[in-house]
């Protein structure tokens, strides 16, 4: 069966996932089974009657009380054993256990951020230790998503004005992609995210302290990866081209003309002001749809984004 497992389904990266695992293969199986056993059969009747004797009598009917009683118990039995099964894990995923560490998701066009208890937050990427069952708490601010990470068999919907929650342990260290399962409008397919699985000493580190990289990058290239990973490239281009939001480029230290008919310089302070509170000053010609990063990046990051812009020029 592992092999089996291996060849046609993803690593499994949560002890749910093995369970999840035997169901399917086990369904699978059976279907390919009686797929093959109705083919068989009709092939051979096929071939056994392929041609009729002329004149040949129609013979009687009668019924088989034995044979319509294995036909209907046998079906039955099987699905309310996989009903059963199934309920049963159904109802396992459902409740969290009471130690579990809990997270706050929100989902928005077109990024994820997530909470923990302690106020940390970040964007896009998620920090939990290996072998502790984690809760996700999750809600939307606009439309429907889905919270669907393959190698942990984990897919739940995320709705606007309702909390959704799923919970899993995870087995092993390393990272797991985060998708967006339900269209959610035009950058549906670059809401991505990653769920980095570290061991406890790692984990409790990057809560205090961040990751080392970014602590030691220079700011140009932090800035950078800030702008891929935390979702700004999907409303803001570098190139000129425009997006949902304005293009990045040639816009430090120049001239921005507001919607309110007003003018401003884009220094540091205007693009700080933009990230934290982005409602404050909207650019001429677009929407108010820019959410804020107020608490979602650290003071270094911040001044990483300022000195992208700034080398954009």
């Known amino acids: 069966m592992n092999w089996l497992r ?34 068989a059969t009709a092939g051979w009747f096929v071939w056994r009657y392929r041609r009729a004797r002329e004149q040949a009598p129609t013979s009687m009917v009668t019924q088989s009380l034995a044979l319509e009683l294995t ?37 928005k066009k077109w990024l994820w951020a ?21 809760k996700f708490v999750m809600s939307s601010e606009d439309v429907i998503h889905s919270f669907f990470v393959p190698s942990m068999r984990l897919k739940q919907d995320v709705l ?20 967006c399962a339900e269209y959610c409008g035009r950058s549906h397919s670059d809401m991505l995210g990653k769920i980095w699985v570290d061991d406890d000493a790692t984990f409790q580190k990057w809560l205090e302290e961040g990751d080392e990289s970014t602590r030691t990058m220079p700011l140009k290239e932090l800035g950078k990866m800030l702008y891929e990973s935390r979702g700004c490239s999907t409303c803001h281009s570098i190139d000129g081209t425009r997006g949902d939001g304005p293009s990045l480029r040639n816009v430090f230290a120049h001239d921005i003309k507001l919607a309110d008919g007003k003018t401003v ?14 409602q404050a000053k909207i650019v001429l010609g677009y929407e108010p749809i820019m959410p804020t990063f107020q608490g979602l990046l650290r003071e270094r990051e911040i001044l990483a984004l300022i000195e992208f812009i700034r080398s954009l020029n």
């Open 160 to 179: 606007p004005n309702r909390y959704t929650e799923l919970w899993f342990t995870p087995t092993t260290t390393g990272m797991h992609t985060l998708l």
């Open 6 to 39: 291996s060849l046609l389904l993803p690593a499994q990266g949560s002890a749910y996932a093995s369970e999840y695992d035997t169901l399917f293969l086990f369904i699978t199986l059976l279907s390919a089974f009686f797929f093959l056993l109705i083919a």
């Open 71 to 107: 036909w209907t118990l046998i079906p039955l039995a099987i699905v309310m054993g996989i009903f059963f099964w199934s309920l049963n894990q159904y109802v396992g995923a459902s409740v969290a256990p009471g130690d579990a560490m809990e997270i706050q998701v929100t989902a």
């Open 114 to 134: 997530f909470e923990y208890q302690n106020g940390t937050r970040t964007v896009n990427e998620v920090h939990i230790p290996v072998g502790k069952p984690v």
């Open 265 to 278: 310089i884009a220094d540091a302070n205007y693009i700080r002001e933009s990230i934290l509170e982005p």
